[in-house]
Nanobody
Framework: QVQLVESGGGLVQAGGSLRLSCAAS????????MGWFRQAPGKEREFVAA????????YYADSVKGRFTISRENAKNSVYLQMNSLKPEDTAVYFC????????????????????WGQGTQVTVSS
C-alpha cells in the first residue's frame, strides 16, 4: 500500500510561482514512477508531468513545458512540481500519482497507468 500526500498549493497571482510537494509512504519509493495531474472545475483530470524512478527522464504536457519542472528526492520519499510563470488557466486541484507496476514501457500520461493517488492540493491563479 502506498499513501501519497500533496502540499504546497495556494493562491498566487498570474506570473508567480509555487512549489508543490508530494510525500510518499513505503520503503520502495525509488521503485515508483511518479506523475502529477490536475483537474480544473468542470473539466476532466489531465496529465501534467511524469518522472522516472531515479529522475533521469521526465515528460511534460505541452501546456506546461518550459514553465513547470518535476523533480524527486528518493532519500526523502518525495516528488516535487516547481511551477513558474503561472497562468489563470493553471488553476486546478493538483494530484500526485504513483505507477508501481510499470504497465507502460515508458513514462505515461494515462491515468490508468497510475495505481496510487493523493487527495490533491488546490492551486488558484488570479489574473
Amino acid at each position: 500500500q502506498v499513501q501519497l500526500v500533496e502540499s504546497g498549493g495556494g493562491l498566487v497571482q498570474a506570473g508567480g510561482s509555487l512549489r508543490l510537494s508530494c510525500a510518499a509512504s513505503g520503503r520502495t519509493f525509488s521503485g515508483y514512477r511518479m506523475g502529477w495531474f490536475r483537474q480544473a472545475p468542470g473539466k476532466e483530470r489531465e496529465f501534467v508531468a511524469a518522472i522516472s524512478r531515479f529522475g533521469s527522464n521526465t515528460y511534460y504536457a505541452d501546456s506546461v513545458k518550459g514553465r513547470f519542472t518535476i523533480s524527486r528526492e528518493n532519500a526523502k520519499n518525495s516528488v516535487y512540481l516547481q511551477m513558474n510563470s503561472l497562468k489563470p488557466e493553471d488553476t486546478a486541484v493538483y494530484f500526485c500519482a504513483a505507477d508501481t507496476v510499470y504497465s507502460s514501457l515508458s513514462l505515461s500520461r494515462a491515468e490508468y497507468d497510475y495505481d496510487y493517488w493523493g487527495q490533491g492540493t488546490q492551486v488558484t491563479v488570479s489574473s
